[in-house]
């Protein structure tokens, strides 16, 4: 079995972390107000998003890592989809907020909290789950290392001399040939 962050795994947490993003983004943009950036850009973005969070799951996805992709997610998709509705064929007009951009700003950084601490939740499970399967350890966390002192030495050691000759009975030494 390969560990989360190679083979399928590791794509099928690259297409979950790269939905959250786009998803949080759509979602955020949507319940501001603003228009819909169509499938097709929609599509591209996902899949540029994915390969764009690739590196990050080589290993265990950590929250202030993910507060950053999220964060940045959501202010450059909302750029995009503000450029795309521009452009669009329909004339959408950008969308004005409807409510105070400290209130937005607000409510963007707790949606961003809330998604980040179950993604990383969620990687952190999965990760405890294959170390658990497989009973080997995660890849790039370190092994605690236990170091053993030897018993301090008191005085002055005998030499090997006296030790042999000292423990040895008198007369005894090795058989003789028949």
Not at 5 to 28: D, E, I, K, P
């Amino acid at each position: 079995m390969t560990s989360p962050g190679a083979g399928v795994l590791r794509g099928v947490r690259v297409l979950l972390l790269a939905a959250a993003v786009v998803g949080l983004s759509v979602v955020a943009h949507g319940l501001a107000g603003g228009a819909d950036p169509g499938a097709v850009p929609l599509g591209v973005l996902a899949v540029l998003t994915a390969v764009a969070v690739r590196p990050l799951t080589r290993r265990q996805v950590g929250l202030p890592r993910l507060l950053g992709l999220l964060g940045a997610g959501q202010l450059v998709l909302h750029v995009v989809f503000e450029r795309c509705a521009a452009l669009s064929p329909s004339g959408a007009a950008v969308h004005a907020h409807a409510a105070s951009p400290l209130t937005m700003l607000g409510a963007h950084a707790v949606a961003t909290l809330a998604v980040a601490v179950v993604l990383r939740y969620g990687d952190a499970v999965l990760w405890r789950l294959w170390t658990w399967l497989t009973g080997c350890r995660v890849p790039g966390r370190p092994r605690s290392v236990v170091v053993r002192t030897a018993a301090p030495v008191v005085g002055v050691l005998p030499a090997v001399r006296d030790l042999l000759v000292r423990g040895a009975a008198p007369g005894r030494g090795p058989p003789l040939a028949a």
